[in-house]
Every structure is written in structure tokens, then in C-alpha cells.
């Protein structure tokens, strides 16, 4: 799609045609399930996430401005609402105590290179929704652990606790893949 053609789509999404939305949808439908799958277990959930964030980037789609990427635009809501989406409807707060892992594994490089995005994704959704959400966050969206705590609520201390608990879970979880 030119670029040319996406500001069509979103012109006619801005007037609220609904064969514009229709087209905006599927042309970024694939890219938003990539996104949130990483923060939730199931595809339903992901869909949930992902029609919320649609309603959402529909109502404020004047607020999106043309000389800035749309698919930046539409990813930082994606991720928002994947947060409230988290933050509503999971039993577990997004704050957890550190847990110790019983035995610190080590991944040899070996095992991670033989191993395929989506597998290395399934290991990332192994994880508490706490630890998810700041491994998420911090190593793959690239926010600082100011900007963690200030979307999760929490403190610094809280979002690098998380983090360090992610990628110790993560290496016991990456372990026992061979």
C-alpha cells in the first residue's frame, strides 16, 4: 500500500466510512495480533486487545498526524491498550514480588539460535502477565523503567524487579527447550 493510498484510507476513516475502516483494519489487522500477542496467552485475548485498540484509533483518528508514521501511531495504542486490557481484566496485579528461581539456568547460544521467533515468542507467553508486560515493555518496545512505571502504575524498583524476574524465568523456560 503507497502512502498515497493509506492517507486515502484514513481520510475516509476520518469522514467515518466504514469501507475505510473496513480496509484500515485489514491492511493493519496482522501487524496489531504480532503486537499483542506478545502480552497475552491467547488469540482471543489478542483479538479483544486488538478491536479495542481499532475503536479507539477510530474515534481519535484526527488526532493522528500525516507527517508521522500511522503504523508508529496505531502501534503505540495497540500497546496501551494491551496495558488496560491487562490491568482490567487479569486476576493478577501487574506488580509481583521477585521469585527466586530455584536453579539458575544458562542458555547456551546454541539453543537460542536454533529457535524460531514464534517459539521464542510461545517461551515469552509462558511468563507471569507481570514479568510479560516489563520484558515486553523494556526489551522489546524499548521503554525506560520511568516510562514502565509511569503506564503500569508502579515504581522503578517494581518494573526492574519485573524485568530481572522475566529473563530469569525466561532462561529456565529457553533451557528446557531442546
Request: hydrophobic residues 40%; aromatic residues 8%; proline residues 2%.
Amino acid at each position: 500500500m503507497t502512502k498515497d493510498e493509506l492517507q486515502e484510507i484514513i481520510n475516509g476513516c476520518r469522514a467515518g466510512n466504514r469501507l475505510s475502516q473496513k480496509a484500515l483494519y485489514r491492511q493493519f489487522f496482522r501487524y496489531g495480533m504480532s503486537v499483542c500477542n506478545r502480552y497475552v496467552r491467547s488469540d482471543e485475548e489478542a483479538k479483544e486487545i486488538l478491536n479495542d485498540a481499532f475503536l479507539r484509533i477510530f474515534m481519535k483518528i484526527d488526532m493522528y498526524d500525516p507527517a508521522l508514521s500511522f503504523s508508529g501511531w496505531l502501534h503505540t495504542i495497540v500497546v496501551r491498550s494491551a496495558i488496560n486490557y491487562l490491568k482490567k481484566y487479569q486476576n493478577k496485579p501487574l506488580t509481583t514480588s521477585i521469585e527466586l528461581a530455584e536453579n539458575h539456568a544458562v542458555i547456551e547460544e546454541d539453543i537460542v539460535s536454533k529457535m524460531s521467533s514464534d517459539e521464542l515468542i510461545e517461551c515469552v507467553k509462558q511468563l507471569p502477565p507481570s514479568y510479560r508486560v516489563a520484558f515486553n515493555l523494556a526489551v522489546v518496545e524499548g521503554y525506560s523503567h520511568v516510562e514502565i512505571a509511569k503506564l503500569l502504575n508502579i515504581s522503578e524498583g517494581t518494573s526492574r524487579t519485573n524485568l530481572m524476574a522475566a529473563r530469569r524465568k525466561l532462561q529456565i523456560i529457553i533451557s528446557q527447550f531442546e
